[in-house]
């Protein structure tokens, strides 16, 4: 039985998968190859890269035009900036791939020589251009992994290549895709001696960046619909519809969510029983709550500077985005952090829920409260007297906790959450909205109790200007967002951040009303 693949490479016989030369622009690929451009490939982790290159592989030896050989140069990683033991990694890697993709030993047998006679900074290209003239078939490679070189063993890979490129395709290969998270431009090399050459520079050949994109809304519904063709087990069409605005469409996260809902769950396991959307949410709490590694993988760059820049100004829901470094922003999509339309977002609902609980997992962890005390009788979550509690934790403690934190712009609105997120654990869950422009964040908190579900929205906003200006605003939003979410009660949060005003000017609880819905406003 075929399944939804999570990691490494798809396969036809064991996984449900889109052709992966589909996914690509092939006639793109096949012209520049046939012009001799050198030229890259790029995709955020898990998207999909490897498969598409071993692919586009496959078909350029089928045809009879090339020999072309993938190869991954990421076990040069640990080397670091020894070039020779990196260079050996390489070179040895390349060896093998030949042999057994194109039974081709050449490279086995005269990489060694190479290194011990033209040195780990000339070896690489020395050997390439011996290999071309071996075989009248021009030679294509495919190099995946290359943005995991570090510093001088990154820059002598490129700058070798650079420098066999006018002798192609007689003496030097024909077309070479190097593959990555980044694109070439964004990479950031210091070199051993501390200085900083970006990939711009060093491989100034590059003819093209091709981006691997997200499954469509129809790709998504393709991959569905082969396990449901083999199992006899449908995905129910919200279940569709909740898997596309819960991924919008990143190749790993659909993957996920199936194999979840599908293999997983027991359930799931059950073919006889259709996956339905509720299903798909536990899928999406158990992924979160594991930190899978392509979720963990994704908070880690989160500790990056460059990301910083560019997510604190979306957690806070303020700034200029022309005043962010274009470099900057077009770094933070190739990661797949942001969507690559405007206006500028987080890529998808999910990664909207486990950046800012990334961000304040440590501190959530810390937060001592029993959830135990905010269930009323009848099952109900006591959101007034949460807030109310926060408030006094605020109040005490948020000096100390906004030090710590490295968005500290967003700092309130990410403690709130962290405060929230450890109570509302034990029994539900938060949906979040925020961006770029919007001057708020959006919190549906959704609580199951005895068969029945309580959702209430929390609005928070940064006092700006005057306090009654401030909740005028922030009562329509409310207002608003309660309607879009069909909650019954609503909660206005407001932080005042002017250090000149005290505590007791700052605190203080009212209720509301606005178009008829009554909401809570609290000072803070």
Not at 113 to 132: C, D, E, I, Q, V
Not at 215 to 238: I, K
Request: some cysteine; proline content about 4%.
């Amino acid at each position: 039985m075929r399944f939804f693949n999570t990691a490494g490479p798809v396969s036809s016989l064991d996984h449900y998968c889109l052709p992966p030369l589909q996914r690509l622009d092939l006639e793109e690929f096949l012209r520049l190859a046939g012009q001799k451009k050198y030229f890259v490939l790029h995709a955020p982790r898990q998207t999909g890269k490897t498969t598409c290159l071993l692919a586009l592989m496959e078909h350029l030896n089928r045809s009879g035009d090339y020999r072309a050989v993938y190869f991954n140069v990421e076990k040069a990683q640990t080397a670091r900036e020894d070039v020779a033991a990196a260079m050996q990694a390489i070179l040895d890697t390349l060896a093998s791939e030949a042999e057994r993709i194109l039974g081709d030993r050449f490279v086995e047998d005269n990489w060694v020589a190479a290194l011990a006679r033209s040195g780990p900074h000339s070896a690489f290209s020395s050997l390439l251009t011996r290999w071309a003239k071996q075989d009248p078939k021009p030679l294509v490679l495919l190099i995946d992994e290359v943005d995991a070189l570090i510093g001088d063993t990154l820059i002598s890979l490129l700058r070798q290549l650079r420098e066999g490129y006018p002798r192609r395709p007689g003496h030097f290969p024909q077309s070479v895709v190097l593959c990555g998270v980044r694109d070439v431009r964004d990479y950031r090399i210091r070199t051993s001696s501390k200085e900083i050459i970006t990939g711009g520079s060093a491989f100034n050949i590059k003819a093209r960046s091709l981006r691997l994109g997200d499954f469509s809304r129809q790709e998504v519904e393709r991959l569905y619909g082969q396990h449901a063709d083999e199992t006899g087990q449908p995905f129910v069409p919200d279940a569709l519809q909740g898997v596309w605005e819960l991924t919008q469409g990143q190749p790993w996260l659909v993957n996920a969510l199936g194999y979840e809902c599908c293999f997983e769950m027991a359930q799931g396991r059950d073919r006889s029983r259709p996956v339905t959307i509720e299903m798909v949410e536990q899928a999406k709490e158990a992924l979160i709550l594991r930190r899978e590694t392509h979720l963990d993988q994704l908070a880690d760059k989160l500790r990056e500077e460059r990301v910083r820049r560019v997510i604190e100004v979306l957690l806070a829901g303020e700034g200029d985005p022309e005043q962010l470094p274009r470099d900057d922003l077009d770094y933070v999509r190739d990661l797949g952090l942001i969507r690559k339309a405007r206006p500028l977002a987080i890529a998808n609902p999910i990664y909207r829920e486990v950046i800012p609980r990334e961000i304040v997992s440590t501190t959530e962890e810390t937060i001592a409260q029993d959830p135990q005390w905010y269930v009323r009788l009848d099952g109900r979550l006591d959101l007034a007297k949460l807030l109310s509690t926060f408030t006094d934790f605020f109040r005490q403690h948020s000096e100390h906790w906004l030090e710590r934190f490295d968005y500290k712009e967003a700092g309130p609105q990410l403690l709130m959450q962290a405060f929230l997120q450890r109570i509302v654990n034990s029994g539900g869950r938060i949906e979040r909205e925020y961006g770029l422009g919007r001057r708020r964040t959006d919190l549906l908190v959704i609580w199951r109790h005895a068969n029945a579900e309580q959702r209430a929205v929390i609005e928070l906003k940064i006092q700006r200007g005057s306090r009654e200006r401030t909740i005028t605003e922030g009562l329509q939003q409310t207002a608003d967002y309660m309607d879009r979410c069909g909650a019954q009660e609503g909660h206005l949060v407001i932080f005042d951040r002017n250090p000149e005003r005290s505590w007791e000017e700052r605190i203080f609880r009212e209720e509301r009303e606005f178009a008829g819905r009554a909401v809570q406003v609290w000072g803070i």
